[in-house]
């Protein structure tokens, strides 16, 4: 196994928890849900650059969603070993997050999916409102490229949301490969759905949704539940596809709750 193509920075000591972002960004998407380690320490936190994102380079062969699984896959085996460990993913990060619990099985002892994909292209089912607050005159004052893709992942299009978008998005979206993920685009789902031939998996998990998520929706996702026994579901009101980055307190907290629930089954 090779895990060259995988670039990752660790913060903390303690259980692996891998940190999986989603399509055309990279790891720096997942920081603001930092602070809750400073009061739960006792995790190392592997925060992953997919190939073809971020500081990683593309993989040699065609970009997919099979084989970006396959190389997170191989990253873990090599970098966790046999420790017990969970894993957090967002968006894509929460489909290559499913197949990871669903290749360790009983190792990991637990995820988190954050809006994660479920159903992509006319097979999702999606908001009929997306935003619930726009700022007109700063909407004008943007890159044509900028404005789309913060019209897109945001549902508070005010000048906080600019900044966080700003700090937090745009720059994994400058600097992703661009050849890489018009090869993923194509094939952006994983043949099955990792669930398929697992066993239903009895640790705590989290999934966190979004009423105005213009890009996964919210519902289908609900129909994770069943192959996670100990699932907490939320569906928040009042951001769109980022919601650890527009409403970040409210996550954290789902969050610390999350791990306090890791910690009494350990």
């Known amino acids: 196994m090779t895990t060259h193509h ?15 972002h989603g399509y055309t960004i990279d790891h720096r998407l997942l920081l603001p849900l930092e602070p809750v380690f400073a009061q739960r320490p006792g995790w190392r936190r592997h925060y992953l650059d997919l190939p073809g994102h971020g500081s990683s380079p593309r993989l040699p062969g065609t970009t997919s969603a099979a084989t970006l699984a396959e190389a997170v896959i191989n990253w873990v085996a090599d970098t966790v ?3 017990p460990f969970a894993v957090l993913g967002q968006s894509f990060g929460g489909q ?6 669903a290749r360790f099985g009983e ?20 908001p009929d409102v997306a935003t619930v607050e726009r700022d007109e005159a700063l909407l004008a004052e943007l890159p044509a490229e900028d404005r789309e893709l913060f019209s897109l992942v945001m549902a508070r299009l005010t000048r906080p949301n600019r900044d966080l978008f700003t700090r937090h998005i745009l720059p994994g979206w400058q600097a992703h490969d661009r050849e890489a993920a018009t090869e993923l ?24 949704t979004t009423r105005q998520d213009a890009l996964v929706g919210w519902e289908d996702q609900l129909q994770l539940l069943g192959h996670y026994p100990r699932m907490t579901a939320a569906i928040l009101d009042g951001a769109g596809h980022n919601p650890q980055v527009e409403i970040a307190e409210r996550v954290r907290e789902l969050i610390a709750h999350w791990l306090d629930a890791l910690r009494q089954q350990s």
């Open 6 to 20: 995988i670039w990752h920075t660790t913060r903390g000591d303690g259980t692996p928890l891998v940190m999986i």
């Open 81 to 83: 070993g046999d420790e």
């Open 96 to 101: 290559i997050a499913r197949a990871v619990t």
């Open 107 to 126: 190792q990991v002892l637990g995820s988190a999916l954050l809006a994660p994909v479920v159903r992509w292209g006319d097979e999702r089912t999606l």
């Open 185 to 208: 685009e194509t094939d952006f789902l994983l043949p099955e759905w990792p669930e398929r031939h697992a066993p239903a998996h009895r640790g705590a998990h989290l999934l966190v």
